[in-house]
């Protein structure tokens, strides 16, 4: 019983280390990370060359780790408000222009007027009446309705019932049929954010898919491997949908989301992906405890460089361990299919809640009720046996 009791004891006390592991934000873990992004940054204002979705996603990562990208600065004078200028007239697919509104936003600019370009329109003049889609795969149309749910325009609520339609069985969206990590916490968020309450049963089964398909890890994936992308998406999931990251629901044998991310990091602050740029600027973000929502109000706390930032001319996209390129994962900025003018909208926008990281913290009480029941446990376990 002595050693029972000691056992119980050394729970008890690696259940602080546990809880600190999944708390968020990660401070430290997001100054790195915005490092490494702004190490990337182009000649043209935008980040190495990356692509317009994934230039976008480094925007409000900055933003999220409380920089102001608007300041960012090449010796040639070009910034990622020019990088955006430049290219917001191309951008005429509602996925995509629906992620230059939420990086116009960002940036402290007009959605409704970047170089002339209305990016809220060309969001909404493709939008399908009669299906009551922005595109013809449940990912797209999430962003699609983030873009316009995020900056206080209004989703159609036919738009809303389409998204929740095509929930599969199992809780999740996916593609061909099949639910995937990526679709799933994105249409958990554009839901959340076009005013689905946390209760709503489309959002309550796709935590419960969450719940059931997190990875013993503590990340997510498509099995058997956990990745960054994947997991930062869900990480903004939760966090939109209130739920805590700490104990006990998403803490496996000592594994939570925070901590897997966190063992994702390499030293010069980028994180493991496919293409490490793409992971850095979707997983900063999550780290911070930002959703695709609030990311773009998160206070600027960060000082302005003080000079023009040197500039990288190509990208180096460094393979991870873990993450195969045939991996089918969602993350690049998404292609869709523009068709009829909007339908005229009648859902209120509304944030999803997001969580500070202190709901991400388990109390002083929540611990010593978690070592009293471990303890409780034990006990019955070892009478058991010795019957």
Avoid: H
Wanted: with cysteine; hydrophobic share 45%.
């Amino acid at each position: 019983m002595k050693n029972l009791l000691l056992l119980a004891f050394a729970a008890a006390l690696a259940l602080p280390s546990i809880v600190a592991s999944a708390a968020i934000p990660q401070t430290a873990a997001v100054n790195n990370g915005a490092t490494f992004i702004l190490a990337n940054f182009g000649a043209d204002g935008g980040f190495s060359g990356a692509s317009p979705g994934a230039n976008m996603d480094a925007i409000y990562a900055l933003r999220a780790a409380g920089f102001d990208p608007s300041k960012d600065v090449t010796a040639a004078g070009k910034s990622p408000v020019t990088y955006l200028k430049a290219n917001a007239a191309s951008l005429t697919k509602p996925a995509d222009a629906a992620k230059a509104v939420l990086a116009a936003q960002a940036l402290g600019l007009d959605p409704t007027s970047v170089a002339g370009t209305n990016l809220v329109a060309a969001v909404s003049a493709g939008f399908d009446t009669v299906k009551g889609t922005y595109a013809a795969d449940d990912f797209s149309q999430s962003i699609a309705m983030l873009g316009l749910a995020c900056t206080g325009n209004t989703v159609p609520v036919t738009a809303v019932a389409e998204l929740k339609s095509t929930q599969l069985a199992d809780g999740g969206w996916g593609f061909q049929g099949t639910s995937d990590p990526d679709t799933t916490a994105i249409a958990t968020q554009a839901l959340l954010a076009a005013g689905l309450p946390n209760t709503d049963a489309s959002v309550t089964k796709a935590i419960t898919w969450f719940k059931t398909n997190q990875l013993s890890d503590g990340g997510w994936g498509f099995p058997p491997d956990s990745n960054t992308n994947s997991t930062a998406y869900v990480v903004q999931a939760l966090i939109a949908a209130g739920q805590s990251l700490a104990i006990p629901q998403y803490v496996k044998a000592g594994a939570s989301p925070t901590s897997y991310l966190l063992s994702q990091q390499n030293a010069d602050g980028s994180f493991n992906g496919f293409d490490t740029l793409v992971a850095t600027v979707q997983v900063v973000p999550a780290l911070a405890g930002r959703t695709f929502c609030n990311a773009a109000a998160t206070p600027i706390t960060q000082p302005a460089p003080t000079g023009p930032l040197p500039t990288k001319a190509t990208p180096t996209p460094t393979p991870s361990a873990t993450a195969s390129p045939a991996t089918p994962v969602p993350t690049a900025s998404p292609t869709t299919t523009a068709t009829t003018p909007a339908a005229s909208p009648t859902t209120a926008p509304q944030p999803p809640a997001t969580g500070s990281g202190a709901e991400s913290s388990s109390p002083p009480l929540a611990i010593i009720l978690a070592a009293l029941a471990l303890l409780a446990a034990s006990a019955t376990a070892a009478t058991l046996a010795r019957r």
